[in-house]
């Protein structure tokens, strides 16, 4: 599979020989004692980067937004999210189904934010009648969009104003800061906690860190050892996550190049219509009757898309991505179109 173009997430990368030789020379401890050296190292350099007291190794996104949603919220609390947003609708209900929290979606703009006076009137009164609305969760990078950075220091004034805290699903956090040229800290600055996948376009085969303060990290070290998280030798897993801090951040601009020319080149050819790009992500629409065409064609160039019943494809660029990858996936596009 290895002369295989995948293009389906940035979830597919494969640890990098630096990043396998980085794990194989990890010091190790059993994490659930709090001895693994590697995942201490890891949780305070992300803690200290993003300016929070202390962070939590998890060995997914989705386990670290459920143990924020939990350490921030009780049972009979409730959540503000969006709609479309991870946390809501593609973490299988967990805050629901797990944390005892209600959720309230709110139907995100075009620009994955949520309208303030929308959240505003979800919040509800003081009253047995209704859940306690806690918290407002927010996604950055949302669908490849960086949140506008003032509508973030607005949400956190909402926040300070109604009484909420503010969580961040920040999957994509770096794709967010290298894209708007700021330190990832002029983002999270806004947040009292904040979940980061290592996993996704920084190509660490597994995991994720919360930050946040020494007491919410503390409950939800808590719940991640109940929902089965607590991992032992972890600093194997952690020791890529640092690698790829090191160096995987920086060049998230290199993906970001390569998504703006893919698109450019599908904006070049007839059939491709309501062609978009954010940072690593690249949205086309092609004719549904196409879409067998479209399969063969990028079969013949061993180009692996998400491709089902739908028009709309979604192209992410990541670390596994050259650029004659990137001319290979414009030429299948081309064969469509011709
Ligand atoms: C991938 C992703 C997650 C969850 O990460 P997993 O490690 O796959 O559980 C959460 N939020 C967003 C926005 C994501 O893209």
Known sequence: MDDWIDLRSDTVTRPTAAMR??????????????????VNALQARLADELGFEAGLFLPSGTQSNLVALMA??????????????????????????????QPQPIPQADDGTLPLDAV??????????????????????????????????????????????????????????????????AITRHFDSVSVCLSKGL????????????ALVGVARRWRKVLGGGMRQAGILAA????????????LADDHARAARLAAALRGLPRIAAVAQHTNMVFVEVPRERLPH???????????????????????LHLDVDDAGVQRVAEGFAALAA
């Not at 190509?203 to 020494?214: E, Q």
Request: aromatic share 4%.
């Open 21 to 38: 030789a980085a794990m194989l020379a990890a010091a190790v401890g059993d994490d659930v004692y709090g001895d693994d050296p590697t």
């Open 72 to 101: 921030h919220c009780a049972r009979g609390d409730e959540y503000l999210v969006g709609m479309d947003a991870h946390t809501y609708k593609y973490e299988g209900g967990g805050a629901a189904v797990l944390g005892s929290i």
């Open 120 to 185: 505003e009137r979800a919040i509800k009164p003081d009253d047995p009648h209704f859940a306690r609305t806690r918290l407002l969760c927010l996604e950055n990078t949302w669908h490849g969009r960086p949140l506008p950075p003032d509508y973030l220091a607005q949400a956190r004034a909402l926040c300070d104003r109604r009484g909420l805290a503010l969580h961040l699903d920040g999957a994509r956090l770096y794709n967010a800061a290298v894209a708007g040229g700021v330190d990832a800290r």
């Open 203 to 214: 190509g660490a085969p597994v995991g994720s860190v919360l930050v946040g303060s020494r």
């Open 240 to 251: 890529a996550g640092l690698h790829a801090l090191d160096h995987h951040v920086a060049r």
């Open 294 to 316: 479209l399969r063969a064609a990028m079969e013949a160039r061993r180009v692996r898309l998400a491709l089902g019943e739908s028009p709309q494809l979604r192209l992410v």
